[in-house]
Every structure is written in C-alpha cells, then in structure tokens.
C-alpha cells in the first residue's frame, strides 16, 4: 500500500510541471517582407495577450506567443513551422500573410493535424478549394471583400470598366470576382482594358496612360502598398480619376492609405478600416486599449491580431481543453466578440463573419515619352553600376541598397530643407556610403577572388535594409512633389507629368556630363583604361587604389541621385533595393560592361519595351521582358550592344588554383560523419530532423552549383531555375499525371535535365559575367513561365499537397531517404571533378585555346556539365518539394539563386568540400538567426561580412592552413 500510494504521489509531481505550463501559440508571418501591415499586427496580438493573462490567462494557464519569420516563402514557412511543431511544441500555429504562404502552412497543418488560424491570408482557396479540418481563416475572403463593392458599382451603371491588378493570386481572384458578380448584377457591362503589372514594380506612368486612352467610365483596381501610392500619384497628376469612378480593394486600409495623406483621391469606393470613424462599443473599448498601449492608432493589421489571438483564448475556453481534435470541434460554430462586433466561425467552411467597411474616401498615347522617362531613371542607377562593374569587376549587388537610401534621405531631409536641397543631400550622404563601404570593406579583399566580392556586396544589402527598417520604420514613405513641377502640360490632347519631361531632359543631360568626365579629363582617361584592361593599367603605373575608390564614390552619387529624383514618382520602400538592382544590371549587360553610351542605349531599349508592352495591353509579360530582351541581346550580340569582348583577366585574383585531393584523412572523417548523420533519426528530435534534411538538400545544391562554377570557371546567377525546375517535375508527375510518389521522385529531375540542357546550349557560348547574366535571364523567364501559368504551375500559390508515401511519411524515414539520396549525388559530382571528364573541363576553364588544340572540345564538355549540374540541383529540388509538401515560384526565384552562390562562397570555390560545408553553415545561421535577434537580416550580413574579411579563401580554404588539417 505505501508502495502504490509513492508511486501515485511520484506521478503527481511529475504531472504538476505540465499544469503550470504556458500555453503556446506559434505565430510565423512575413515580418520583414510585409513590416507596414504586420508591425501593427503584432502590436495587437500583444495587446490581446496582455489583456488575456491580466484575466488569468485561459484554464488557468498564461497563453504564451512564440513569433518567428517565415521569410515570405512557403519552403521556409514550412521550416519555421515544423520548428513550432516539433521543438516548442505549440498547441495552436497562427499567422501568415501571402496567399501561398497561408496555403503551405495549411497544406502541413493537415497532415501534422495541428489547429491553423490562418489570419490574414486572403485566398478563396485556403477555405474552399484547399480547405482541410484543421485550417480556419479569420479575415473575410478576396472574394467576400470584392462582394461588398460590386453592389455599390452595380448602382452607378458605368458601361465601360478598367481593370488593374498586381499580377499574383490575390489580383487575379479579385479580378476574377469582380468581373463575375458585377457581370450578374450589370449584365451590360464591358471590359475594355486590363492591366496587371507585377507586384511591386509597377511603371505607373505607363499604366495610367494605357488605362487613359481605353476611355473607361469607372476602375476597378486591386492594387496595394507602394504599387497605390505610385498609381494614386500618377492618375491624380494625369487626370485620369477625373470624372471616373474608381473601385479599389482593400485602398481603406490606414495601412496603405496613410501615406498618401492629402493625395488621397477623393470620391473612390474602397474596402478598409476607418478606425476614428467607428463608435461601437466593441471598437472604443479596443481603440483605447489599443491607444493607451501602444500610443498610437490602430491599423488593419492591429484588429487582426487582437482578434485571432482572441479567437484561439475563446476557443480553448469552449473546449476546456487545449487539444488539437477538441480545438477543431470547439471553433466551429464559435460566437465572440471583436473589435468589429460579434462575429461567428461558420461550420461549414470554418470562415470567421469578420467583415470590413465599405465607404467613399475623402480629403482632408504618350507611352513613348513614358519609355523615356522610365529610361532616364533607369539610366541614373545603371550609369554608376556600369563604371563599378567595368573597372573594380565588382557584381555590386548593393548598387539597388544604395538607391534606396537615396531614397529614404530625401524623403527624411525634404521635411526640413525642401526637395531640390534634399536631393544634394542625399546624392552626397550616399557618396560618403560609398566610400566608407569601399575603403573599410572592398579595399580589403581587393586581392581576393572576385567573386568572394559578390559575396560582400551581398551581406551589405542585408545590412543596409535592416538599418532602413531601423532607421524609419517599416511603412512606405510617399515623399513631396517637385517645387515648379508638380502639374500636367497637355501633349496630344492627354495630360503629361511636367516632372517626366524634367526626367526626359535630366538623362541625357547626365549622359553628356559623364562622356565629357570620360573623354575629356585625365582621370576619365585612366577609367577607361582600367575599364578595358585593369592589370595593364596598373602595370603602366596607375593608382588603382585611388582610381577604385574614386569610381566607387561616383556611382554610388548617381545610384543616390537616381533614388532621390524618384522620390517624387514613388515611395520610399524597403523592397526597392533588390528591384532596381535586377533592372540595372539589365541595363549595363545589354549595353555592355562600361559602357556610358551603352548604358543609355540599353536604358531605352528597355524604357521603351516596357512601355509599348503595357500600352498595347501586355502588362503581364513586364514581369520578364527585360530579361527576354537581355537574353535576345546576349545571343546575338555575347559583349552587349556597345560593349568589348572582356580582357583576360591576371593578376592574384585570376589564379585558378587545382582542387586539391582530398586526403586519406579527410575521406575517412567524412565516412564517420555519414555514419553520424544515418545514427541521427535515433536521439534527434523531429525538427533537428527537418533542419538536417534542408542542410543536406542544400549541400547537394551547393555541390552542383559549384561543379559548374569551380571546375567549369562558368558562374550562373539562375542555377535556382533547375533546382525549382526539379521541384515542379517531381510535384507535375505526382498531382497532374498522378504518378506513385517514388516515381515522381525519380522523374522528376528530368525537367531540371532538360531545363539545363536547353539554357546550356546557350550560355557554354559566353563566358564571365556575360554568361552568368544570361543565366540570370533565363532563370527569370522560367520563373515568369511558372508564376503565371496557373493552370499546370498553380500560378503564384504554387502546387499543394505534395507529401511523401505512406512509407516514408514519418520525419526519420524521409530524413533517411534524403540522406542517401544527397549523399550519393554529392559523392558523384566530387568523383566526377577528378575523373578525365573533370580534369577536360578545367582545361577549357584554364586555357581554352590550349584544350581545343589538342582535341577538346571545350564547349561540349561545358555542356555536358550544365546538364549534369542542373540534373543534380533538380534531385535536391525534388527532394525539397517532398519534405514542405508543396513548391511555390519562388523555389527558382533570383533569391535562391543567390543563396546558392553565398553557400558557394562561404565554403571556398577552390575546395572540394567547402560548398557543402558553407550550405551547412548558411542553412543553419539563418534558421538560428533568425529566431533569435529581430534585425537578423542585418545580423546574418554582418555574420557573412566578417567570415569574407577574415577567411576571403572560404571557410574551408581557411582549414586547409589551420595546424590540425595538415
């Protein structure tokens, strides 16, 4: 008896800890994607968690939020939340904000069987067509929202309607809506315009101007965010909402109405928020909660946190519980109250009747001369890149970060100085950036590889958009209008912005003065000879130091002055950077590496394509046309329009050193760890299981991407393509042609075979950058194809339900799997290096004149290894598919191809090992990173900035010098 009665007393002690256990909830959202909407969105659900543990907290426990960020992307949502699941061990996941982020996580939650309050994202599809048991959403639908305005536009009987809309799921279901239902309401009226530019980087100007001459009688546009505030600007300055009625989604939101401020178009029916407007109880009572806290106003954003966060405490209560099943049950049919009135979580498609407010606001042909607008601006940024490129070899990928801060000082300095005086200030803050950046960081490794300088300029751009977020915070800033030049002059019977015709004027302007500079002076004799041959010029005597530093300062000037004298065509954003920067180095490719005149030929090329494209109704194929026009470019023309055939390149950073075998040691320390990785499923936690297999998914990327790039000398900015093309054939053969899962494993990788082999006949024909940019262009034209063709690719939100079989659903068999898998492809990528095919490669890298003499032929082996590298990437993306469950676009996005060369870089190119080891160590800095410190953008490139400076030959270069490797 007193042995039962200690054990019984053993196992209340053991059972009290959990009673007084926080609840959790896991909160991941696009924090530093979205920051105006969910800066807000946070400060609510704090709000809410405040007030519930004030109250005792729910069954007598605290509720606890764990945030994380996901990043934006399905795959690495997935990720954070099987890190939710699996290591905190939440009993609620919550959040997100795009469409096939929400889809994703709704896709996992199912098959974890884990509750999903899927706040924010605002698909039809996440409730309907793709609606599972445990996935609710708080916000009301595309649909639903877009039902609230065609009743207002049904009474206005307007007959001719124009459409805009961001061209991604959101814009395109809007559309898709609003068409339908206002068709039932108004059977009379027509189409007859539509435009839907890409998210993001919409050419307003042109927009206008082609909606302008389709005379409609009334708008219905979808547009948000920066993207409003450009097109508010440019309609207002045109005349276009004269007389019109425009419709706009979600256009009432503080959130992406605030910044407008007395640009606000009067008489627009929108969807939104007008907070000091509404006197219900339930919103005063939250008003000033919400003021006293925090104080400030409440966004849109804000009531949806307070609320979902709300709606998990209600739920729980129901259900005396915090179990999943009883959770699910409990928040059907739920009653509760909310910032908006009481609101119900239906039965039926577990959609909350959370609403939004519909009311009016208030105030308190020439598409050529657009294409010369938009090439003026474009000319600005790419002429600085172009000189930086041409003499430093510098792929300066913060050229975009120092346009931005343009930016964000003249907005900040207009205040006080006025514009034209905040424009002089920006230009030279950012001038004085340059040189800092350039002596303190660039001149250090100026001896380096000139890639690990990429690398550089990469972990800069992480830095330089964490400090603007800290700097200014996340909401986009819409600066002032030109003194003297905010009016129209009407040309051809339509309205033209009198600060276009300035820009028109500006460019060449600015074209003149930098061939004068150029011709005319001694310094821009020496430029032009380090442009065409660098190590000659320094050979004869030239100060290169003095003559990097000086050309660093000059384009970083006209990389500010190009920011600040777009501040008054659109707002200040923390997106911008990495938009400007793809345009620019279209611009100075296809105009040829330093090349003045070829920078300015190609800015209107590409000004004016652009234009035409959305004036003749084409706004969707502006999502790639400047890279179809590159890519046209680089075929016909390899050194760009006006550009020479690049100078060999010598010197120290020139040398291509052999890859060293891999000594006896070495290979035996890598057999334990493979033993060590197989043993792991057996102590490991499931999420140390989801990380390990994202490492070693990524090494096998890494591997592959380095095949191409350290035997073969061939640099791709778009290797992502073949790694995305992988995981799109695997989840094509699973869902469409409905092929056993293992099956389409091993099919899958075949797109990514002839994908490569495709895009490989073409780009063995260049070399350097000229090769890596025509790399990029293709990547970005599949990524064009696969984002919009939604009936096979499912458009923006991807393809969902792409899980592994039965066998190997569970973490440790999928694990073992990628294991084998990864190993094996690595193994026969590193035997292929030193195999007669490997060792003919790196002739035709070394010296391909040499190669061909004695019977090599060099392009056909470069071929032949961008097939078997873009198979590789596409086994590691098949891989990828099946461990998130879904693929999204941005798997061959521009952004993974650049994660893929960092990983490259960090390992070392002239390492056999080192791109596995520096996958390793990216893939896990940015999932520790990133949990840990809320700037973790800034911190992971401060991380990578320390780790060029100090091991510039990689990490696993720097290994091969430490006392234990020898």
Known sequence: MKLRNLVLAAGILAASPALGQNIKIGELNSYKVFPAFLEPYKKGMELALEEINNNGGVLGRKLELVTRDDGGTPGDAVRVAEELISRERVNVLMGTFASNVGLAVANLANQRKVLFLASEPLTDKIVWENGNRYTFRLRPSTYMQVAMLVPEAAKLKKKRWAIVYPNYEYGQSATASFKKLLSQAQPGAE?????????????????????????????????????????????????????????????????????????????????????????????RKFLDAYRKRWNDYPRQGSVVGYTAVHAA????????????????????????????????????????????????????????????????????????????????????????????????????????LGFWAAVLVATATVALFGLAVETLFLRRIYRAPELLQLLATFALVLVVRDFALWAWGPEDMLGPRAPGLRGAVEIAGRAFPQYDLFLIVLGPLVFVSLHLLLRKTRWGVLVRAATEDREMAGALGVNQRWLFTGVFVLGAALAGLGGALAVPREPASLEVDLSVISDAFVVVVVGGLGSIPGAFLAALLIGEVKAFCIGLGYSKITLAVEFIVMAIVLVLRPSGLLGRPQALARGPAALQPMLEQVPSKAILGLVALIGVLAALPVFAADYTLVLMGDILVFALFAVSLHFIMGPGGMLSFGHAAYFGLGAYGAGLALLRLEL???????????????????????????????????????????????????????????????????????????????????????????????????????????????????????????????????????VAGALYAFSKGSISPETLSVS???????????????????????????????DS??????????????????????????????AKRWPFSR
């Open 896 to 926: 993974r191809s650049v994660d893929g060369l960092v990983m490259v870089l960090l390992g070392g190119v002239q390492t056999l090992t080192g791109p596995a080891w520096g996958a390793a160590l990216f893939t896990w800095l940015e």
């Open 191 to 283: 189409f007859v315009a539509e435009q839907a530019p890409a998210l993001g980087k919409i050419d307003a100007g042109a927009v206008v101007q082609a909606l302008a001459e389709a005379k409609p009688d009334a708008i219905f546009s979808s547009l948000f965010a920066a993207d409003l505030q450009k097109f508010v600007r440019e309609g207002n300055t045109r005349g276009l909402f004269r007389n019109t009625a425009v419709f706009n989604l979600l256009a009432g939101e503080p959130e992406y109405l605030d910044p407008l401020r007395d640009e606000t178009p009067e008489g627009w029916w929108v969807t939104g928020y007008p907070w000091s407007e509404i006197a219900t109880p339930e919103h």
């Open 313 to 416: 405490a209600a739920a729980m209560k129901k259900a005396n519980a915090v179990e999943t099943e009883k959770l699910v049950d409990a928040l059907k049919g739920l009653r509760m109250s909310s910032p908006f009135g009481p609101i119900q979580w239906r039965a039926l498609d577990h959609q909350s009747t959370m609403g939004a407010y519909v009311g009016q606001l208030a105030k308190k042909g020439l598409q050529f001369l657009n294409g010369l607008a938009g090439a003026s601006s474009l000319f600005l940024v790419a002429a600085g890149l172009s000189l930086i490129f041409g003499v430093t070899r510098i792929v300066n990928f913060a050229h975009g970060s120092l346009y931005m801060l343009g930016m964000y000082v003249a907005v900040w300095a207009a205040g006080s």
């Open 740 to 874: 056993p899962m293992e099956l389409a494993l091993a099919l899958g990788p075949l797109l990514a075979l002839a994908g490569a082999t495709l895009f490989g006949w073409f780009c063995v024909r260049l070399s350097g950058v000229y090769l890596a940019m025509l790399t990029l262009a293709l990547a970005q034209i599949a990524w064009s194809v696969a984002f919009q063709w939604d009936r096979v690719t499912g458009g923006s939100n991807g393809l969902i339900g792409v899980w592994p079989a039965d066998w190997l659903a569970s973490k440790a068999a999928y694990y073992s799997l990628t294991l084998a898998t990864c190993a094996a492809g690595i193994v026969f990528l590193w035997r292929a290096a030193y195999s007669p095919f490997g060792y003919a490669l790196r002739a035709g890298r070394d010296s391909p004149l040499r190669a061909d003499a004695i019977g090599i032929d060099v392009r056909a082996v470069q071929w032949a290894a961008f097939a078997i590298a873009g198979a590789a990437a596409g």
């Open 929 to 958: 990173v990133s949990r840990s410190i809320d700037y973790w953008r800034a911190a992971l490139g401060a991380v990578v900035l320390l780790l060029v400076l100090g091991f510039p030959q990689g990490i696993a270069g720097a």
